[in-house]
């Protein structure tokens, strides 16, 4: 497999999928049932949950289907009666996931009008803050009503939580001549992140009539939901939607642009247009005219990836460009990534070479030996790890920390390195998203995906509890603070980072040498032209 092909199939597996499992909320004559809440839109009735009150389903945008297949979110219907808000929305349309997945959940409702979203709030009388989660799945798996995302937690910690659906795939991430020609901007793409956008301008709008503080919101989001969280931090689209951020294993990279050839990509409406050939379709029109699910698979099996569109508007230029220039919201972010991250991603680790240190030397050269000082022929199965872990997800966590600290924001950093025993038995210490049911307080196996390890200790329940103690706080103050964990410092100059193991400790720089060996390697792939993703290690392009 090639480097491309491989880069691809990587992109394609990094992040944890999310499953629904109800019917789509939809308008009635008659509840008599509370809770009620009154909006511009209409009326909706949610559901009493324990001491919280729970609202599903509930539409934030228009739904994207026939002429608005491939166009920014039209804004949310008006309804009349009152509005079922008891059950989740489909989820987007989406591939299956393999039954063997780690993130394999039995097969849910979808739908192409799926751009709704849910809230858990404890009182709807106060003013409290607002945590909005953005899910993960590589931009084409994954849905807010997967069991693990229950914002019961959250709720019962003080804030009110917001998860939300956007659309994947082709279907949310196409860019296309076509679509430029027909946009008043002359620009295509970017769907699902306006999808989010659109959101996050609802929560703006409509959370104060559920208790939340529109001026006191933190977006959250894991893998494909932390890239989504990168360019919302870099579009100006989003400007002042959010005052905070949680990014959980965010990954950086290049990212094809509209009219022009960039870092070894085609411009992104040329990929979009080879796609959509490749998927049979003459023209937009025509694949306007097919089901939904059928686009998602034609898309599949002409290998389009779904990512971020670099149009001038939308995303004005490449992520790190952005970040280099101070072309950022400056707010306070907590971020990190787990120290496991690829272990359920060993399939698209490169072939173990013969001689692993002549093998860096050749693709290195002068940098081959910072490359070996960081990952060493020693113990070449781990050093190749930890080189695909650093090249996605540990250079880019690094990155947005600094970058926020340089801005005089406070930054938080964590490392996941926790391992509990189902975990150590299958090999999956620290793996990627195993994370979230910790910071969700999801450790019910119902709550997990059927081939996840279950972590069903006594201590696993206090590293939760603490966990969520820092999450809920840093939404609320901007400071992650917990009564039964160690005092959580800003990255800073001193580089502190939280160390999450079988004991939380405060570290300073986590990886000495890292973070600047992965700026030199990039430096050098940008300069020539070149792509950066998989930016180290025997998966990654010799340097030139």
């Not at 977006?219 to 969280?229: D, H, K, Q």
């Not at 411009?267 to 005219?289: C, H, V």
């Not at 060996?517 to 993703?533: I, S, T």
Request: glycine share 10%.
């Amino acid at each position: 497999m090639t480097a491309d092909l491989k880069t691809l199939a990587v992109i394609a597996l990094i992040a944890v999928s999310g499953c629904v499992r109800s019917d789509n909320a939809h308008p009635v004559a008659d509840v008599a049932a509370d809770p009620t809440v009154d909006l511009r839109q209409g009326q909706l009735v949610g559901v009493r949950e324990g001491d919280l009150e729970v609202f599903r389903g509930i539409p934030y945008a228009g739904a994207p289907i026939g002429d608005l297949r491939w166009k920014a979110p039209s804004p949310p219907p008006d309804w009349s009666g009152v509005l079922d808000a008891t059950a989740f929305g489909p989820s987007c349309i989406q591939p299956p996931v393999p039954e063997r997945s780690l993130y394999y959940d039995p097969p849910h409702q979808t739908s192409e009008d799926c751009l709704t979203l849910n809230i858990w709030t404890q009182s709807r009388s106060a003013k409290t803050p607002v945590v909005v989660w953005i899910h993960g799945g590589s931009l084409r798996i994954g849905g807010s009503a997967q069991s693990m995302y229950d914002g019961s937690e959250f709720a019962g910690r003080g804030v009110v939580f917001v998860s939300l659906n956007y659309r994947l795939g082709a279907l949310g991430w196409l860019a296309h001549p076509e679509l430029n020609a027909e946009s008043p901007d002359g620009i295509s793409g970017n769907y699902g992140l306006l999808d989010e956008v659109a959101a996050l301008e609802w929560v703006r709008d409509n959370i104060s009539a559920f208790g939340g503080d529109p001026a006191n919101v933190t977006v959250m989001g894991e893998s494909a939901g932390a890239l989504s969280l990168t360019y919302l931090l870099t579009s100006p689209k989003a400007e002042g939607l959010f005052q905070k951020a949680i990014i959980e294993s965010p990954n950086s990279r290049n990212f094809p642009e509209l009219g022009q050839a960039a870092y070894g990509a085609r411009p992104a409406e040329e990929i979009g247009a080879s796609t959509l050939s490749a998927m049979g379709f003459a023209s937009i029109e025509a694949a306007r005219e097919a089901s939904a699910q059928d686009i998602t698979d034609k898309a599949g099996q002409a290998g389009f990836i779904p990512q971020g569109t670099i149009d001038g508007d939308v995303l004005p230029s490449q992520i790190v460009d952005s970040f280099d220039k101070g072309a950022f919201a400056k707010v306070p972010v907590l971020a990190g990534f787990n120290s496991g991250e690829v272990r359920s991603q060993r399939l698209f680790l490169p072939r173990k070479p013969d001689d692993y240190e002549a093998a860096i030397v050749e693709r290195y050269g002068a940098l081959s030996s910072g490359v070996l000082a960081l990952y060493p022929g020693s113990d070449v199965d781990a050093s190749m790890l930890a080189t695909l872990r650093d090249a996605i997800y540990g250079w880019a966590t690094e990155r947005i920390v600094r970058k926020l600290t340089e801005a005089d924001q406070p930054a938080f950093m964590y490392v996941f390195d926790y391992c509990y025993p189902s975990a150590e038995k299958a090999d999956l210490c620290a793996f990627h998203a195993s994370e979230l049911p910790f910071v969700f307080g999801a450790l019910d196996p119902d709550k997990l995906s059927p081939n996840w390890p279950v972590p069903d200790g006594e201590h696993d329940q206090t590293i939760s509890s603490t966990l969520l103690d820092y999450w809920t706080s840093f939404a609320a103050t901007g400071q992650p603070e917990s009564a039964t964990g160690p005092a959580w410092p800003a990255y800073g100059g001193d580089q502190a980072y939280l160390k999450i193991g079988q004991e939380l400790e405060v570290g300073k720089n986590p990886m000495p040498g890292m973070f600047e060996l992965h700026e030199e390697l990039v430096r050098q792939r940008k300069a020539a032209g070149e792509p950066w993703f998989l930016n180290i290690g025997l998966g990654a392009p010799p340097l030139e």
